[in-house]
């Protein structure tokens, strides 16, 4: 199979370049992804990180509709993934689906920046104490059809360019050093330096300089990522797509149902495989049977009525190998774990919204001339994240292998575990904050002045958004690792759509439990947990603790999803020189990696 994977990869390349050359990928193209990821996450992030404040002082929209537009698109971004996945899987390939994705997402960014440069794309300014007029319908309009190119851009590039940068190491090779976790520290840890220069650099730009120049720096930086991206074109390794994941796994669920009526075999060994047409989506080995979810064994059942023939590929709406069925039950056994991540999402979400609103009442000056803006206040999660990442991939794996023995340190699901209960403490500090911003505006008479800064220091808010980072760090890097290890390796791209999509539902969790709180917290004097104008009278600690709660139960949930999980196995074949005979070597998937 490894011999497979070299043909495939070769001829890739010959259709590309003509003629055989150095052997693809490995570390020499990280520059060019990473720098591609660098600059589209720049552009993302500083497209994203202040725009609470763009829509509600340049739009005028209300507070809780721009929260909600902005966890709407949040929202979109993450669950459009799930059609550049099947087009990079099915028959683009993650390199052209990149690159076309990331053109559409350049256009999107020029027209809002466009929108923020020309006086009549958006309402007047406000005047004294008036009434801000808010954006018409076709002004915004222009910034729906930017944020849903934007959207449509997102989808092409989130789910392919994680996996794409993990398919340039070849880890069947035993001159390949880099590990895939490896990979995963340093792709987040990118993603945290742009994050960083966006938060605070871009931020600032917006907010004292003007939001067109604040928007075209990463325009510009986006154009700028599809450059160096398809300058590393000759360098990748250029896997071929295997044809629809989507298509196979309904292969398998038909075929299953129309054999539900048949007794299961007296063996595994006697279900149907044929490592011929599983060539192409099993280059790394085969998946083997397992006893749970017995009833999809029954694609597998050989029957007259199959009338399979000797060297034939059989109906596969009909009879479906182990490997395929094994595809399926994996997709199915992911989905619980991938869903406990939505909550963290949710409780995460609240930085770009409420806690930033917290920080704009606060005292933020560094000294007399100079105050952060409040859309840098993530600065500190970005900040703690980074050195969580560097203190884990440096020290704490190094220290967590002394005791389990695991090449990683601790497995993915512990630290997701971790992540876990640190966002839960996140969650439970921010509502102490708060009643303390409260306490301090009540005591200088400023309950009923939502515009007059409140004689607290921001740094009150360090610590929950240091935690938030901190439990980013754990928990969504380890969620990601699980999706790219567990997901059959022909579906991987459709596996970090489903990350992605963790996190879409994550912010539609988000507007819905806002919509709701904002809803039925209404009281007929006008009160709300959740005011739109003035943050002062609210309850914004009742809805962190309602998140706290929410977060407790979900990890009791992944608590015993956990427990029960069982690891994809895969019959590795490998040779440890050319010319030896091939070995097969059963692993469980979590391990392959150490």
């Known amino acids: 199979m490894e011999e497979q994977s070299k043909n495939t990869i070769s001829e890739e390349e010959k259709q590309f370049h003509g003629r055989p050359s150095r052997p693809k990928g490995g570390l020499i193209t990280m520059p060019f992804i990473f720098a591609n990821e660098i600059c589209e996450k720049l552009a993302v992030v500083g497209f994203h990180a202040n725009m609470i404040s763009y829509l509600t002082t340049q739009l005028h929209l209300p507070l809780t509709k721009a929260a909600n537009t902005l966890t709407n698109f949040s929202g979109t971004s993450?669950?459009?993934?799930?059609?550049?996945?099947?087009?990079?899987?099915?028959?683009?390939?993650?390199?052209?689906?990149?690159?076309?994705?990331?053109?559409?997402?350049?256009?999107?960014?020029?027209?809002?920046?466009?929108?923020?440069?020309?006086?009549?794309?958006?309402?007047?300014?406000?005047?004294?104490?008036?009434?801000?007029v808010v954006a018409n319908t076709a002004q915004l309009s222009i910034l729906y059809i930017a944020l849903l190119l934007g959207a449509l851009g997102s989808g092409g590039i989130r789910p392919c360019v994680v996996a794409f940068g993990a398919d340039q190491f070849d880890e069947s090779d035993p001159k390949q050093t880099t590990k895939t976790w490896n990979y995963f520290n340093w792709y987040y840890f990118c993603m945290g330096a742009a994050n960083l220069v966006a938060v605070t650099v871009l931020v600032y730009i917006q907010d004292n300089v003007g939001w067109g120049l604040g928007l075209g720096i990463p325009t510009v930086a986006m154009f700028l990522s599809v450059i160096a991206f398809v300058g590393g074109f000759r360098l990748y390794r250029h896997l071929i797509p295997s044809g629809s994941p989507f298509t196979r796994l309904a292969q398998v669920a038909v075929s299953a149902f129309r054999k539900r009526k048949l007794s299961m075999v007296s063996a595994p060994t006697l279900l149907y495989t044929n490592d011929e047409i599983d060539a192409p989506i099993s280059l790394g080995g085969n998946l083997t049977h397992t006893k749970h979810m017995s009833f999809l064994d029954?694609?597998?059942?050989?029957?007259?009525?199959?009338?399979?023939?000797?060297?034939?590929?059989?109906?596969?709406?009909?009879?479906?190998?182990?490997?395929?069925?094994?595809?399926?039950?994996?997709?199915?056994?992911?989905?619980?774990?991938?869903?406990?991540?939505?909550?963290?999402?949710?409780?995460?979400?609240?930085?770009?919204?409420?806690?930033?609103?917290?920080?704009?009442?606060?005292?933020?000056?560094?000294?007399?001339?100079?105050?952060?803006?409040?859309?840098?206040?993530?600065?500190?999660?970005?900040?703690?994240?980074?050195?969580?990442?560097?203190?884990?991939?440096?020290?704490?794996?190094?220290?967590?292998?002394?005791?389990?023995?695991?090449?990683?340190?601790?497995?993915?699901?512990?630290?997701?575990?971790?992540?876990?209960?640190?966002?839960?403490?996140?969650?439970?500090?921010?509502?102490?904050?708060?009643?303390?911003?409260?306490?301090?505006?009540?005591?200088?008479?400023?309950?009923?002045?939502?515009?007059?800064?409140?004689?607290?220091?921001?740094?009150?808010?360090?610590?929950?958004?240091?935690?938030?980072?901190?439990?980013?760090?754990?928990?969504?890097?380890?969620?990601?690792?699980?999706?790219?290890?567990?997901?059959?390796?022909s579906m991987r791209s459709t596996a970090m759509a489903l990350f992605w999509m963790a996190i879409s539902i994550g912010n539609y969790v988000s507007t819905l439990l806002v919509t709701l709180v904002h809803k039925f917290s209404a009281k007929p004097d006008g009160s709300n947990w959740l005011p739109d104008n003035n943050l002062n009278r609210g309850k914004l600690e009742y809805f962190y603790w309602l998140i706290t709660l929410l977060q407790v139960v979900n990890l009791v949930y992944y608590l015993w999803c956990a427990k029960i999980y069982t690891y994809k196995p895969v019959q590795v074949h490998h040779s440890k020189e050319v010319n030896s005979p091939v070995r097969d070597e059963l692993q469980l998937s979590d391990r392959s990696f150490s």
Not at 111 to 123: D, E, G, N, Q, V
């Open 78 to 132: 993450s669950l459009t993934p799930l059609i550049g996945a099947f087009l990079a899987d099915s028959f683009a390939g993650r390199f052209w689906t990149i690159t076309f994705a990331s053109i559409i997402y350049q256009i999107g960014m020029t027209l809002l920046t466009i929108s923020a440069i020309i006086p009549t794309l958006r309402p007047p300014p406000c005047k004294g104490e008036e009434v801000c």
């Open 298 to 489: 029954k694609a597998a059942i050989v029957t007259e009525e199959d009338n399979l023939k000797p060297g034939e590929i059989p109906n596969l709406w009909k009879l479906n190998t182990v490997h395929r069925v094994e595809e399926l039950k994996s997709v199915i056994r992911m989905g619980p774990i991938g869903a406990s991540g939505i909550l963290l999402i949710t409780a995460y979400a609240q930085q770009g919204t409420f806690s930033l609103q917290q920080a704009k009442t606060m005292n933020r000056h560094l000294t007399k001339s100079f105050q952060i803006p409040a859309g840098s206040m993530s600065v500190f999660t970005t900040v703690s994240m980074l050195s969580t990442i560097v203190f884990y991939d440096r020290f704490l794996v190094k220290i967590a292998r002394k005791f389990t023995g695991l090449e990683r340190g601790i497995t993915f699901l512990h630290r997701m575990g971790v992540g876990f209960v640190i966002s839960i403490i996140a969650t439970l500090v921010a509502g102490f904050v708060e009643i303390k911003r409260k306490h301090v505006a009540i005591e200088h008479g400023l309950l009923d002045k939502p515009h007059t800064m409140v004689p607290i220091s921001f740094l009150w808010l360090i610590p929950q958004y240091s935690l938030h980072g901190v439990a980013e760090a754990f928990m969504s890097i380890g969620h990601l690792e699980f999706f790219y290890d567990q997901a059959p390796e």
